[in-house]
């Protein structure tokens, strides 16, 4: 079994910044780590008040003429784990292992996205013997929110116009495209009331999740919808259904897996479990080869107050009708998803109830339609739509120098390199948008389960991709 040998120096590094929590915007600690490593290494860096970091290495001898060319990965990651897991992800840190050659965490997401990319740059930074061109290293805030550390940066943060974006590749493929996107916020106002009546809590369980960009084509069971769907189906069969709480997913970008109901009803506990029977058996019928995990749980408890029927239910309406999931497929490149919409989160506050979404697509005029379709929907509906953040596509360009190399260095070891365009935002779009004809490739070994307590990365792939990795600057002289 392959180990996770801490004497590899980018296992090391992995290992390191996996005990520094990372989520996104809670990225000072592992910022200040980057900056002290600069400084021990007697390197360049630069710090900006978002805590992006850029380190530059000069180049090894013999490539002082080359073209300068730039390392980037992303320092923050999604925290998500399992509901029985106890872990704070402001303080603890990762409880890694290894199981069948594979590097996962117990019961919590990895930050193998992109902690390979961060391990890999250090690696790479600290190590003498390497040959490269002048390299600058940049390693970004909070990518999994938005691209929001990647937006702070100028063009004259950029020391190249050659980009590797290591966030990324699966070892024999490289990103040609990436679409943009957008994040939206819907505000519904509650007020609240005394109960008097039985309460009960409705959970939904059991779904896979994932990432909303990458997975969205597979039609998995998203928790918020399918939730707000059988309470909206309780109601239109005449049970009386009044919301106390609504809850569910964790982050914006991860199809959630679970989600709660707290409500009030009159109606007697055998009515209710009959009736939610027959909508999660539907449900579990349309999920049978995509999501077949979905359940269902209720179960009675207490609940002092209760929000109003109509602010419950005007919450209830608008995520019911709202447009969620795959919403339309490329014309142009096969398989590929052209926008998607992923009801994230949704929290219910003291005074009103916050759904958030993220809104993906290669063309903004599909975004446009998404952004304006939320819109329209909350005037009818009296609540509040708002985007506070939109960024932009990648668009596929023919000839890349960077991907010639990458293809060539990968055919001598028998592989044929895989160009795909993906549907998940990727920085790589803010940085084409600065530099005028800048030649981008993506590439990182083989992860899976990003997003999620299941995410791993396979430890050999680790290993050959960081030596392909070197290989390419090499040859880049």
């Not at 929001?148 to 966030?167: F, P, Q």
């Not at 939904?204 to 059988?230: C, F, P, Q, Y």
């Not at 992860?447 to 307590?453: L, N």
Request: glycine fraction near 10%; proline fraction near 2%; hydrophobic fraction near 40%.
């Amino acid at each position: 079994m392959m180990d996770f040998d801490l004497n590899k120096r980018h296992c090391y590094y992995f290992n390191e910044i996996s005990k520094i929590p990372r989520g996104s915007r809670n990225e000072k600690a592992i910022s200040d780590y980057l900056v002290s490593f600069a400084k021990e290494q007697g390197l360049w860096y630069k710090q900006d008040d978002v805590y992006n970091v850029i380190i530059d290495k000069p180049a090894s001898e013999g490539y002082e003429n080359s073209a300068p060319i730039i390392l980037q990965a992303h320092i923050d990651m999604v925290c998500e784990k399992n509901k029985d897991v106890e872990h704070d992800f402001e303080k603890d840190p990762l409880d890694l292992y290894v199981e069948d050659g594979w590097l996962k965490a117990r019961g919590t997401t990895l930050g193998a996205d992109d902690g390979y990319g961060v391990s890999y740059m250090l690696a790479i930074l600290e190590d003498k013997s390497l040959k490269h061109p002048p390299l600058s290293c940049i390693f970004t805030s909070m990518e999994e929110i938005g691209l929001l550390g990647a937006a702070n940066l100028k063009a004259e943060d950029l020391h190249g116009k050659k980009l590797i974006n290591l966030d990324g590749g699966g070892e024999i493929r490289t990103t040609v495209s990436s679409a943009g996107g957008a994040t939206g916020i819907i505000r519904c106002p509650i007020r609240r009331e005394a109960n008097d009546q039985k309460a009960y809590r409705l959970g939904v369980r059991g779904l896979k999740g994932g990432h909303s960009g990458a997975l969205i084509h597979l039609e998995l069971g998203n928790a918020n919808t399918l939730l707000a769907r059988i309470l909206k189906e309780l109601q239109m069969q005449g049970i009386d259904v009044q919301l106390v709480s609504f809850n569910g997913g964790l982050k914006f970008n991860a199809i959630p897996r679970e989600a709660d109901a707290f409500f009030v009803s009159g109606a007697d506990v055998n009515v209710l479990q009959d009736a939610i029977s027959l909508s999660a058996g539907k449900i579990k019928e349309e999920l049978e080869f995509s999501d077949a995990g979905f359940r269902t749980e209720l179960e009675e408890t207490k609940c002092d107050t209760r929000i109003v029927k109509a602010d419950g239910d005007r919450f209830l309406n608008y995520l019911y009708l709202m447009i969620n999931g795959f919403q339309h497929r490329s014309m142009a490149i096969e398989g590929l998803t052209a926008s998607s919409l992923n009801a994230g989160v949704v929290t219910t506050k003291e005074d009103e109830i916050v759904i958030e979404d993220l809104l993906r697509s290669a063309l903004a005029a599909h975004t446009d339609d998404m952004i304006n379709h939320l819109q329209v929907l909350a005037d009818v509906l009296g609540v509040t739509f708002e985007m506070p953040d939109r960024y932009a596509g990648w668009a596929f360009k023919e000839h890349s120098e960077l991907r010639g190399v990458l293809r060539e260095v990968l055919k001598e070891r028998g592989i044929d390199l895989k160009e795909e365009a993906a549907h998940g935002g990727l920085e790589c779009g803010h940085f084409a948008g600065l530099v005028k004809d800048m030649d981008i490739i993506t590439y990182g070994p083989v992860a899976e389960g990003a997003h999620t307590p299941q995410e791993k990365l396979n430890l050999e792939s680790f290993d050959r991709a960081l030596d392909t990795l070197k290989e390419v600057l090499a040859r880049s002289k």
